[in-house]
């Protein structure tokens, strides 16, 4: 690779780091987390090693989708701050080396929004248009709601000017209407406005939906004859005014239409994009302690051209969504980590975090995050699991995952000076409480999850194999074992996981011999061996010898996994 084809794709080895400012770090005892507070925490997550903040929400909101509902697109929410402090925490964060993005959410706007009250003031407003209107009753569309606790439909009649409004979420985010030229033109001025200020990028809320255009008339669709042609448009125009913003894309939806939203073959269109498939399938994986969902997820995933990337992730700050396994399947991973209804939520999802879902058991959460690390793509981490924090099962729905960050072991986590009972969220109790999980406490344990994770991190940003590199997904005789081998250049990688509790020892054929630093393919497998890169002590130190025909035998303990570098005699890597 030269470097005109690699340079400047930061994302493609990045470690993105989720925060929600709310809940994150309060600096002036008001029990609210604030930007000034999470700039105060920068060096901790530098030293965590991550390389890209994702702000959730921070904008004005009246807050009953958790900042998901916006009043003004250029505003901060004033108790978290204001402009000047959020210029500050990007400055603190780039002379880290660490990059901001932030969520764009412009599938819909708040009802309170001015937009929608001139909207729905009446039929002649300038900013009717703004949203998606019908004048007859619509049909029963209970099944597309996304939030089926809350709403039955996706429209809601305006009872002042007797039309129905589109909402894909809850009524009280009524949905932009993208194929107004005008709504777009403010999305753009958005975007320009958010980079001009120092973001990076965005996490793209809700893609498909945003995109739909549904209840729109084909005149006004006339200039873009598809929605991925203005998703291009929009792409052009954010690499116009920055070259090296990133759109991040929450699409779940099947591989076969995500790689549209990448923009096919061609590319062109969202630079990054969750995939929900390979979370739900290490679930499915994990629950039945077998790995073979996994590797056929991986498998399926379709390729996408080198600008663009996979972001991996085990937990996000939504229900951990199960809705792409099948009914039987859903309910195998909800038997194993989510039994009691109190912890399931929508019907698809669960609302729990990995350690309790994972019993605790420490074996199975590095399992867990080893294979967030190796699986290929950009590993994308939420707040606090780094320390292993735990849920709130009393809160309400989602909110039970977005609990203050645990500090220190004292009463209001070290999340604020405030009593815990003025706290934005109450602080998760029991026994992943702030006086068994807390940061403090991890930072003086070299053995913590803490250190481990960080130890990930460190290993992830040194392989560019990982995320660079193509894969395969290794043939072997041991259904518990995902053993797969990422390859860049010269670097090459095996990466093994047992999700069964049980010891085993994979016997496997690696392939390609890897090349030495200067390209050269001749030697074959001689005198290549695999070097732990953890390392667990588990593997002699001059590395596992690799047979002549590249065939290579792993033990590996239960719940063991080892990231191994395929190491040419020649080799010069660090590790
Ligand atoms: C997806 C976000 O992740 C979720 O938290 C939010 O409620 C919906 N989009 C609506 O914005």
Redesign the pocket.
């Known amino acids: 690779m030269r470097i005109t084809d690699t340079s400047d794709l930061w994302w493609k080895t990045g470690v993105i780091y989720c925060v929600d400012v709310e809940t994150f770090f309060d600096s002036d005892g008001d029990g609210i987390g604030d930007l000034a507070g999470l700039a105060q925490r920068v060096d901790y997550l530098a030293e965590l090693g991550v390389t890209c903040l994702w702000l959730m929400p921070f904008y004005p909101t009246p807050g009953r989708?958790?900042g998901?509902d916006i009043t003004d697109f250029y505003g901060v929410d004033h108790r978290l701050g204001h402009h000047g402090d959020l210029v500050e925490l990007i400055r603190t964060a780039r002379d880290r080396g660490m990059r901001v993005i932030a969520d764009l959410?412009v599938?819909?706007t708040s009802d309170r929004h001015p937009w929608f009250k001139s909207a729905r003031s009446s039929k002649d407003s300038p900013y009717r248009d703004f949203y998606v209107w019908r004048s007859e009753p619509p049909p029963d569309t209970s099944r597309e709601v996304v939030f089926p606790d809350q709403e039955q439909s996706i429209w809601t009649l305006d009872e002042k000017t007797g039309e129905w409004y589109l909402h894909h979420?809850y009524r009280h985010?009524p949905d932009l209407n993208v194929a107004n030229p005008q709504v777009r033109d403010e999305i753009a001025k958005a975007i320009g406005f958010w980079l001009e200020v120092g973001l990076s990028g965005f996490r793209v809320?809700?893609v498909p939906y945003f995109l739909s255009m549904l209840g729109v008339d084909s005149k006004e669709l006339a200039e873009f004859a598809n929605p991925h042609e203005y998703l291009r448009a929009l792409t052009k125009f954010m690499g116009r005014r920055c070259g090296d913003a990133v759109l991040l894309g929450?699409v779940n939806l099947p591989y076969k239409e995500q790689l549209e939203y990448f923009g096919g073959a061609e590319g062109g269109e969202l630079t990054m994009m969750f995939d929900f498939i390979l979370m739900q399938n290490t679930y499915l994986a994990m629950a039945r302690q077998d790995a073979r969902p996994l590797a056929r997820a991986l498998k399926d995933r379709p390729q996408t051209t080198p600008d663009c990337q996979w972001a991996t992730f085990v937990r996000n700050?939504?229900e951990l969504t199960l809705d792409k396994l099948s009914d039987s399947e859903r309910q195998e991973v909800f038997d194993a980590f989510g039994a009691d209804p109190s912890m399931q939520v929508y019907g698809r999802g669960l609302k729990r975090r990995v350690p309790p879902m994972m019993d605790g058991d420490p074996r199975r959460i590095r399992l867990m995050y080893s294979l967030l690390f190796t699986l290929p793509g950009t590993p994308v981490l939420y707040y606090g699991e780094e320390i292993g924090m735990g849920e709130n099962l009393e809160a309400e729905g989602?909110m039970a995952v977005r609990t203050p960050m645990q500090w220190t072991a004292d009463a209001s986590a070290g999340f604020s000076t405030a009593p815990p009972h003025r706290l934005v969220a109450r602080v998760t109790g029991g026994g992943y409480g702030p006086e068994h999980v807390n940061v403090a406490g991890q930072r003086r344990d070299q053995g913590s999850l803490l250190r481990f994770i960080t130890l990930l991190t460190q290993r992830y940003r040194e392989c560019p194999e990982l995320g660079w590199g193509h894969y395969e997904v290794l043939s072997h005789r041991t259904p518990s074992v995902l053993a797969h081998r990422c390859t860049w250049d010269d670097a090459s990688m095996l990466a093994v996981h047992n999700l069964s509790s049980e010891a085993v020892t994979v016997s496997l054929v690696l392939g390609d011999p890897p090349l030495g630093p200067s390209g050269e393919t001749d030697g074959g497998w001689r005198g290549v061996v695999l070097v732990d890169l953890l390392p667990s002590g588990d593997y002699p130190e001059d590395g596992i010898p690799v047979a002549d025909d590249g065939a290579v035998t792993v033990p590996l303990a239960g719940y063991g996994y080892a990231w191994l570098r395929i190491q040419h005699p020649a080799q010069r890597r660090l590790i």
């Open positions: 989708d958790d998901y959410v599938n819909h979420f985010q809320d809700a929450e700050h939504d989602r």
